[in-house]
């Protein structure tokens, strides 16, 4: 699968990319609101080569694609059918370096539309630590309303912390677009 954008391609990880998606995985900022730690050198590679390995989207497998620019991986996404039928989840993250400037919406947008046009989904959702206020400004941007706020729900990184659901219907994209 490979996807353009006005600005962007979004494609499979290939290995040729390790470099870039570490740089983007190393640091401690864009790992904040992550499910993981900060990748190290010595678990590096390891984490890159599940990346390669996810590259098809059906309902048993998560598919993470690279966020290019100008010839260079910029952010990652990635999607996973949940347990509600016909519903994905999207998952994003983008190099700090590039923040700012609407590629991840850009990139979401446009995974949005492919699902709804060409899989025929019901509906996407994007689940946030609440203190991710840059992925909150995401979901907004391209038309998703918040459907829920859990308090205090997931156990993360030490701490409890609140989560907020995003969520669009297929008929919802098709008014907004």
């Given at each position: 699968?490979i996807?353009?954008?006005k600005?962007?391609?979004?494609?499979?990880?290939?290995?040729?990319?390790?470099?870039?998606?570490?740089?983007?995985?190393?640091?401690?900022?864009?790992?904040?609101?992550?499910?993981?730690?900060?990748?190290?050198s010595?678990?590096a590679?390891?984490?890159?080569?599940?990346k390669?390995?996810?590259?098809?989207?059906?309902?048993?497998?998560?598919?993470?694609?690279?966020i290019?620019?100008?010839g260079?991986?910029?952010?990652?996404?990635?999607?996973?059918?949940?347990?509600?039928k016909?519903?994905?989840?999207?998952?994003?993250s983008?190099?700090?370096?590039?923040?700012?400037?609407?590629?991840?919406?850009?990139?979401?947008?446009?995974?949005?539309?492919?699902?709804?046009?060409?899989?025929?989904?019901?509906?996407?959702?994007?689940?946030?630590?609440a203190?991710?206020?840059?992925?909150?400004?995401?979901?907004?941007?391209?038309?998703?309303?918040?459907?829920?706020?859990?308090?205090?729900?997931?156990?993360?990184?030490?701490?409890?912390?609140?989560?907020?659901?995003?969520?669009?219907?297929?008929?919802?994209?098709?008014?907004?677009?």
């Amino acid at each position: 699968m490979i996807i353009k954008t006005k600005r962007l391609i979004l494609r499979p990880f290939q290995q040729k990319d390790f470099e870039e998606t570490f740089a983007i995985y190393k640091d401690e900022q864009t790992c904040r609101f992550l499910l993981h730690e900060p990748w190290k050198s010595d678990n590096a590679h390891e984490e890159f080569d599940k990346k390669v390995l996810k590259n098809i989207l059906d309902k048993d497998h998560t598919l993470n694609l690279a966020i290019v620019y100008e010839g260079q991986v910029i952010g990652d996404l990635s999607l996973w059918y949940t347990e509600v039928k016909e519903t994905v989840e999207i998952g994003y993250s983008l190099n700090r370096s590039f923040a700012g400037n609407g590629f991840a919406s850009e990139a979401v947008h446009e995974m949005i539309h492919q699902l709804f046009y060409e899989l025929g989904v019901h509906r996407v959702q994007v689940n946030m630590d609440a203190r991710n206020t840059s992925s909150q400004k995401v979901c907004i941007k391209i038309g998703m309303r918040k459907e829920a706020h859990h308090i205090q729900d997931y156990w993360y990184k030490g701490e409890w912390s609140d989560s907020f659901v995003y969520g669009m219907l297929e008929s919802e994209y098709f008014e907004y677009n």
